[in-house]
């Protein structure tokens, strides 16, 4: 006669069957969670690739058109028979407005406000100022945009007083900025200027890396006018800043200069990094 079995067997007997039936299911749920992640990362991936083509076809359709748009603005400005002084100023603009980080339009600023000079046109002073207008205010809009990573500063020039100088010059208070933690002394003399113009000539040294034992010293002469823009027009340092000195008002008392140094990657496309300067990026970079 089979003993009666006790509350274990029993327990053991009925979990038994109930045991696989847990297994199947946990197999079950992990596989459809892993399957679902797996789905939901493939959708991710999908959306990225998706979200990749679509800019990168979107800037390349821009490049296209901004070079298109290149073309037919340049080759109808540079043509012998290029039209009124109204047309050419359009041109201009569009240039300017569409290109200003990538081109130096400098020459093409100052040979039409030559011919603007010279003209008999009734309207050539109201294009004259229409042209200095947008020159200001796109020189304004680079600098605005680089003082998010550089230092600036402005120096107020008496013409006046300018002119009693002479030949000396007129010596303007220095300057300090500092860009990435480098603290540099800005020192502007004012030589020249011309009215007509509407110009000066300036007179510029830097001392870069005052914290060093060892500063470096830049210095340069230029004319600076309206028609110079801080991304295009600047001098090189040596630890591969960029300064630009650039003209923000021009009245018959007084000028105002405007100066702004920032980081080399943010200068123009034209401006290429020396190889010494890539060399020494990388070089923090690996420290």
């Not at 067997?9 to 079950?28: C, D, F, N, R, Y």
């Not at 979200?51 to 748009?69: F, G």
């Amino acid at each position: 006669m089979t003993p009666p079995k006790d509350g274990w067997e029993k327990a053991t007997v009925v979990l038994h069957p109930l045991g696989g039936l847990l297994t199947a299911i946990s197999v079950a749920l992990v596989g459809f969670a892993g399957t679902n992640m797996l789905e939901r990362q493939q959708t991710r991936d999908t959306d990225a690739r998706l979200y990749s083509e679509i800019m990168s076809q979107r800037e390349q359709a821009e490049s296209n058109l901004r070079k298109d748009m290149l073309v037919a603005v340049i080759q109808s400005y540079l043509q012998p028979d290029a039209g009124a002084l109204g047309t050419r100023v359009l041109q201009l603009e569009l240039l300017a407005n569409n290109f200003h980080d990538s081109l130096n339009l400098e020459p093409l600023f100052v040979d039409l406000a030559r011919q603007l000079h010279a003209s008999s046109d009734p309207e050539s002073p109201a294009y004259l100022k229409r042209l200095r207008r947008v020159a200001r205010e796109i020189a304004e809009r680079q600098r605005f945009a680089l003082e998010a990573r550089g230092d600036s500063f402005r120096r107020t020039v008496d013409l006046a007083e300018l002119e009693s100088q002479g030949r000396a010059g007129l010596p303007l208070d220095p300057a300090e900025v500092t860009v990435d933690g480098v603290r540099s002394e800005i020192a502007l003399r004012a030589l020249e200027s011309d009215a007509l113009q509407q110009q000066l000539l300036v007179r510029l040294e830097i001392r870069s890396g005052l914290d060093t034992p060892d500063p470096t010293v830049t210095r340069a002469e230029f004319e600076v006018g309206f028609f110079d823009f801080p991304m295009i027009d600047s001098t090189r340092l040596e630890n591969g800043q960029r300064c630009a000195i650039t003209l923000a008002a021009f009245g018959r008392e007084t000028a105002e200069l405007a100066g702004i140094c920032y980081p080399g990657e943010y200068a123009s496309l034209k401006d290429r990094p020396y190889y010494d300067e890539v060399v020494r990026q990388l070089r923090v970079q690996a420290q």
